[in-house]
């Protein structure tokens, strides 16, 4: 058996249809490794289909450029040299002509190239996506494999780098100035404001990386600083702590633990589990000094119904930061390189990124769109 495919392209006008074979497959006894498309075939005419609709789109595009928008003359062409446009279906080469602005123009003779005007990324928006997707969730390495494996692409791991901290440098341009207060107006009128929503509570963490300066893989470590935000609908979940810290009286907790430190400090040394009491209470007791005006009454705060404990907060340094930068991770990083990825792997998370990429490019297909076409 025989299967030709081939595409048909008809133009709005009254020209011929272009009829291009894309593929011919061939199958003989029926198996299960020969069932349906095998993945080469299928990247081989997913990569010739985007080949001859890529060729197609350019040529009527610099046509419809060629005359003049003013008195419909042929503009002349100057030359022409490709340009290299990468998709998710393989890489192109781009005929681009350069063409003289229109005589009927008074300005001073100039030329442009439609095609790079065009395409000043080089680089496809949903391409470019991909990469900065998988690349905030695995390493390099990995995300060049995987998008090799299902796509006819070839890339490297300085391509993928750049272009996820392209975004990301696009992302954080787009970060409003600092506030250090969101209320406008004279302080006499805040009480006519309405009544807030749900409180929300922010809790603040981090954790430290390996660091990397210049060429320098052994400049230590550095600590990334997170933070995530929950309103009074979410999750409380409450800690078992000391009755002096449940109601926010650091000053009559730091006073038991100095009690408690010296009643051990007659028993150390006499067995390995008093010595390692001994290390939890003083570890306990430095938190609490170096914390103590961030300690909050949480009876008060669990009375009205709002977040006590900071587990949600020490739980996403670990989904936005442990996971990919620290544990089982060789790589060093620059204080840059790692706020540039956090900043693409948090909108990943918060499912955002397909939404910032549309805005980008309105043409790109919301991620509704996307589900629904796929299911």
Not at 9 to 24: F, G, M, Q, R
Not at 56 to 79: A, F, I, L, M, N
Not at 229 to 236: A, C, F, L
Request: net charge neutral.
């Amino acid at each position: 058996m025989k299967v030709k495919i081939q595409v048909i392209v008809e133009s709005k006008n009254d020209e011929a249809p272009i009829v291009e074979e894309l593929a011919e497959l061939s199958r003989d006894d029926l198996t299960p490794e020969t069932l349906g498309l095998t993945l080469d075939e299928a990247k081989n005419l997913l990569a010739n289909l985007q080949s001859t609709m890529v060729t197609q789109q350019v040529d009527q595009y610099v046509e419809k450029q060629r005359r003049c928008t003013h008195c419909g003359k042929s503009r002349p062409r100057k030359g022409h040299h490709q340009i290299v446009y990468r998709t998710l279906f393989g890489k192109m080469k781009l005929q681009s002509p350069r063409l003289y602005t229109c005589a009927c123009q008074q300005e001073k003779r100039q030329s442009e190239s439609p095609i790079a005007s065009l395409l000043p990324e080089r680089t496809a928006p949903e391409l470019l996506y991909l990469q900065t997707k998988w690349a905030s969730l695995m390493s390099y390495g990995l995300t060049i494999d995987r998008l090799s494996d299902v796509l006819p692409i070839e890339t490297n791991v300085a391509t993928v780098y750049r272009n996820l901290h392209k975004v990301a440098q696009r992302t954080d341009n787009e970060l409003e100035e600092e506030r250090h207060i969101y209320i406008d107006g004279c302080p006499r009128d805040w009480g006519n404001l309405p009544r807030p929503d749900a409180p929300i509570t922010v809790g603040i963490d981090g954790c430290y990386v390996h660091a990397r300066e210049g060429e320098n893989r052994k400049a230590g470590w550095f600590e990334v600083i997170v933070g995530k935000s929950i309103t009074g609908e979410g999750d409380k979940k409450l800690e078992r702590i000391k009755w002096y810290l449940w109601h926010g009286n650091v000053f009559m907790a730091l006073d038991v633990l100095d009690d408690l430190t010296m009643d051990i400090e007659v028993l150390s040394g006499k067995k390995s589990v008093i010595r390692k009491l001994e290390n939890t209470v003083s570890e306990l007791n430095t938190y609490i000094v170096q914390n103590q005006s961030f300690i909050p009454n949480y009876r008060d705060r669990y009375f009205y119904g709002e977040a006590i404990s900071t587990g949600f907060v020490e739980s996403t340094v670990n989904q936005v930061v442990s996971k990919r930068m620290v544990k089982k991770q060789q790589m060093r990083w620059t204080k840059r390189g790692a706020h540039n990825l956090l900043q693409v792997r948090t909108q990943v998370i918060n499912d955002d990124l397909r939404d910032t990429f549309c805005r980008w490019y309105p043409n790109m297909t919301p991620s509704e769109e996307t589900e629904e076409l796929a299911a």
